[in-house]
């Protein structure tokens, strides 16, 4: 199962709400436990990267891009 956090869920619920009606478990709501927010932290990055706002990076060794002033 994977976490999502509650900005994107209530975002894109009725996508959610259609697999329910498919007979598929999409929510567990559950306490928050030590270690939690990596996971949460993670969903929020890898949503950016599905959206198109972030794009990892190709290496660990990459140059960032040159950052121009204006």
């Known amino acids: 199962m994977r976490t999502v956090a509650i900005k994107i869920l209530k975002n ?12 598929e478990v999409v929510a ?3 306490a928050p436990q030590t270690g939690d927010s990596a ?3 993670d969903a929020l990055l890898a949503e950016l ?8 990076a190709l290496a660990e ?10």
């Open 39 to 41: 996971r949460v932290s």
């Open 28 to 30: 567990r709501v559950v």
């Open 49 to 56: 990267v599905r959206t198109g706002v972030l794009m990892p």
């Open 12 to 23: 894109r619920l009725s996508e959610f709400v259609r697999l329910a009606t498919q007979g």
């Open 61 to 70: 060794d990459a140059v960032p891009p040159v950052r121009w002033r204006r």
